[in-house]
């Protein structure tokens, strides 16, 4: 069990995932959905998840690798466009992903910075 913020977030099963993501999108400030990218000069229109670097609840940093991609002329780490926690995965090991589809969501959860006046 790990603790986000002031959620609580147990192991994902089906029933209580789409609870949990609800709760976690509630107090968060951006989300930032990650998708498959065009690679390069590769004229690929999908790629296969090879394995994911990061599992769901992970602290990630702006350039840290994600999820390792292959397509039918590369293989490459997907670097993190954002920093966060790692909310929900879309897709699993092994599945294949069209270019522009979505694989992960990432949540800011830093509180906004609001001055009060005294």
Same mark, same amino acid.
């Given at each position: 069990m790990r603790r986000i913020g002031s959620v609580q977030i147990d192991k994902c099963t089906k029933e209580n995932s789409a609870d949990?993501? /609800?709760?976690?999108?509630q107090k968060v400030n951006s989300l930032t959905t990650v998708i498959v990218p065009k690679s390069g000069g590769v004229t690929s229109t999908k790629a296969v998840v090879v394995r994911w670097l990061?599992?769901? #609840?992970?602290?990630?940093?702006?350039g840290e690798? $994600?999820?390792?991609?292959? +397509?039918?002329?590369?293989?490459?780490?997907l670097?993190?466009?954002?920093? #966060? +926690? $790692? $909310?929900?995965?879309?897709? /699993?090991?092994s599945a294949e992903v069209p270019v522009g589809d979505a694989l992960c969501e990432i949540a800011d959860s830093k509180p906004s910075a609001q001055k009060r006046k005294k």
């Open positions: 949990m993501v /609800q709760r976690f999108k990061k599992r769901e #609840g992970d602290k990630v940093k702006v690798p $994600l999820v390792e991609l292959e +397509t039918e002329k590369v293989s490459f780490e670097e993190s466009p954002a920093a #966060g +926690t $790692l $909310l929900k995965l879309f897709v /699993q090991e």
